[in-house]
C-alpha cells in the first residue's frame, strides 16, 4: 500500500513512528514535510519539522524535548552567546548544528532542498520517504499586536520566543503563492491508496503545506480516501499551542471545528471542489476524535464526514501504532 502522510514537527513525527510500527515492510509511506517553519540563522537553513520527522524515525531525537538531537551538548551556543550573537531564545545544539550546517553547504553548492534531504536521510534512514512541500523558500510569519504596535513576526519568535502568549491575528505564509511542489509530492499525492493528515498543527504545519498552490487541489482531488487525526482533544490542544494560531483563522479549538475547517470532500463532491471556499475546500472523507470527544461524532458525520473515536492520546509507540490501524481502517470504511 503507498501511504501518503502530510506531516509537521512533533505531533506529526510521533505519529508516523506509530504508523511505521503499524505497517508492513512491503507498505511504502512518503511524508510530504512542512518547511513553514524554516529559519536562516547564522548563515544557516534550519528545518525543524523535517528533522524533527528525520531524527524521530532515524532514533536521533531528544525524546523529552520532542526536538533537536539526543545527548546534545551547547557550546556553540554558548559562544555565540560571548560574541553577543543571538538569538538566544532559539536553542541549536552542536550536534543539531552539523545537520544545518551540512544542508546550507548543500544549498549553496546548488543541490535543492529535496535533493539535500535525500541525502540526509541516507544517514538517518527514517523508513518513510521524506520530501519537503517545496523546494521553494516559504516562511510563515504571525500578525501580533503587542507594546512594540503591529508587526509580523517569524513563526518561531511567535512559538519559542512569544511562547503565543500574544493572539495571532494573521497567518501569513510568506512565498507560498509563488512556490511549487517538490518534485514527487504531487505525484505521491496522486499515486496514494491513502492520504493521512496526523494530529499536526491544521493551521501552521498542515495548513502551510495546503498553502503551496498545487498541494489543497491535488488532496482533494486524490482518487484515494483521506482521513484525518485530530490534534484537538477535549477542547485544548494535545501540545503546542494551535488553539493561538486556530483562533487567528477563526476556528474553535475543538476536535469538531477543526474537521469542519478541512470539510468534506464528500459533501462537495459533484461541485467544483473549488468553490468550497478558501480554507472550507473539502479535503477529508474520515476523521478520528479521541473517545473525549465522541459527543462530536454525529455532527461531523453530518457534515459528511465519516467520524469515530478512539484514543488518541500517543502515550507511546504501541498506543500510537493502534491510532494509525485505526485511520488505516476507517480509510478502507470511506474508500469508494
Ligand atoms: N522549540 C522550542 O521550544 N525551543 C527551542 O529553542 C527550539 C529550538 C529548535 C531547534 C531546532 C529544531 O529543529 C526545533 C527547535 N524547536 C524549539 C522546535 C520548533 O520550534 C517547533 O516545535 C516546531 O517548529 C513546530 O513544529
Known sequence: MRIVALAGG???ARFLRGLLAAVGPQDEITVIGNT????HLYGLKVCPDLDTVMYTLGGGINEEQGWGRTDETWSIKAEMKEYGVGPEWFGLGDRDFATHLVRSQMLTAGYSLSQVTEALCVRWKPGVRLLPMSDDRVETH???TDGQGTRAVHFQEYWVKLHAAVDAEAIIPVGADTAKPAPGVLEAIAEADVILLPPS???VSIGSILAVPGIREAVAAAPAPV???SP?????PVRGMADKVLAAVG???TAEAVALDYGSRTALRGSSNEGGGGRRAGLIDGWLVDTADAAAVDAVEAAGIACRAVPLLMTD???TAEMARAALALAEQVRK
Open 10 to 12: 512533533i505531533g506529526g
Open 36 to 39: 513553514g517553519d524554516d529559519i
Open 142 to 144: 504571525v500578525r501580533i
Open 201 to 203: 498543527n491544521p493551521v
Open 227 to 229: 482521513v484525518g487525526l
Open 232 to 236: 484537538i482533544i477535549g477542547g485544548a
Open 251 to 253: 476556528v474553535e479549538a
Open 317 to 319: 509507540v504501541d498506543a
